[in-house]
């Protein structure tokens, strides 16, 4: 069994920055590709952004592109997601999720096997 712990969320001012962190159990951490989702009061789960094994590629939805970015601890059995410039459009419930049967990126949450509790993320106007 994988387990997920994600950190960091809270409360900021729109433009600001949050660094979310995701422990994941196991020993074969560095196999999983790993991704960020979020769901919006209201609405569906939404991908955010992807990491393959290696660290080597990522991969962003484009609300995201140029201020988030994802990157991974292969010895620490952590993800973390960098957020900027924050806007209220941000604000969500995000959730890291690993997808443990494939080194592959995916979009679709339904690849992903295996998912954290989320952290709540709250931009302010």
């Known amino acids: 069994q994988v387990q997920l712990v994600e950190s960091g969320g809270g409360l900021v001012q729109a433009g600001g920055s949050l660094r979310l962190s995701c422990a994941v159990s196991g020993r074969a951490f560095s196999l999983y590709t790993m991704g960020w989702f979020r769901q919006a009061p209201g609405k569906e789960r939404e991908f955010v952004v992807a990491?393959?094994?290696?660290?080597?590629?990522?991969y962003s939805t484009d609300s995201v592109k140029g201020r988030f970015t994802i990157s991974r601890d292969n010895a620490k059995n952590t993800v973390y997601l960098q957020m900027t410039s924050l806007k209220p459009e941000d604000t969500a419930v995000y959730y890291c999720a690993a997808r443990t049967y494939s080194g592959s990126y995916s979009p679709n949450s339904s690849d992903y096997n295996y998912w954290g509790q989320g952290t709540q993320v709250t931009v302010s106007s």
């Open positions: 990491i393959t094994r290696s660290g080597g590629s990522s």
